[in-house]
């Protein structure tokens, strides 16, 4: 167990400890903002545990309305709700795998993907927040498109498989994307909000 308040965190350790004695407990404090603390955490844990094979991130660190919220708060918010859950994870899977020996996995695209379902939290968000003042808050999602930053990332050899995981078996292009986001901005998108558009030939439906 691991939190912020010291005393807090001891207090529960002893009252769990005596709760349930047959079980090794521990504790540490932690302000999840320190990026080796959290790194230390884990070594702490694992170098005490025959074995890790959990992990619960529970912090939280609600906001007002977003017009509300300073730069200071959104730093501290995004450090510990997203940045401090992708450094645990992080080393908690090191350690594990470390103890296991190395196995191979297919790429996950964890930066890409928890930064843009961020995006599409935040997306969601929002346009509740504002909704009643009329003000619109939408996504588009594109797929894949052919665009030069598509070509340095998928090599010749891989674009093939690419394309054909794609129902509509061709790329798109970023005039369709602009369409979408023309739409989304015009009046004919006047009763949606909260919305995330893909475009993407079909591989989310």
């Not at 890409?112 to 003042?133: C, D």
């Not at 588009?140 to 995981?165: C, H, L, W, Y």
Request: charged residues 25%; glycine residues 6%.
């Amino acid at each position: 167990m691991t939190d912020r308040s010291e005393d807090a965190g001891k207090k529960l350790l002893e009252e769990l400890k005596a709760k349930y004695p047959s079980q090794e407990l521990a504790f540490e404090s932690l302000d999840l903002q320190d990026v080796d603390g959290i790194a230390r955490l884990v070594e702490t844990f694992n170098a005490r545990f025959k074995r890790l094979d959990g992990l619960a991130n529970c912090a939280n660190i609600p906001s007002p309305v977003a017009h509300e919220v300073d730069d200071k708060l959104w730093e501290i918010t995004t450090n510990v709700n997203q940045r401090a859950v992708w450094l645990l994870q992080k080393h908690f899977i090191a350690a594990v795998l470390g103890k296991k020996g190395k196995e191979e996995a297919p790429a996950g695209g964890y930066s890409i993907v928890g930064t843009k379902h961020a995006v599409l939290g935040y997306t969601r968000a929002v346009s509740k927040e504002y909704a009643t003042q009329n003000i619109r808050v939408n996504l588009v999602a594109p797929g894949n498109i052919e665009t030069p930053m598509f070509n340095q990332v998928i090599s010749e050899d891989k674009r093939a498989a690419v394309v054909d995981s794609v129902p509509m078996k061709r790329m798109g292009e970023p005039v369709e994307i602009a369409k979408a986001v023309a739409f989304l901005l015009s009046s004919e998108a006047s009763y949606i909000t909260g919305a995330c558009l893909p475009v993407d030939g079909g591989v989310t439906a």
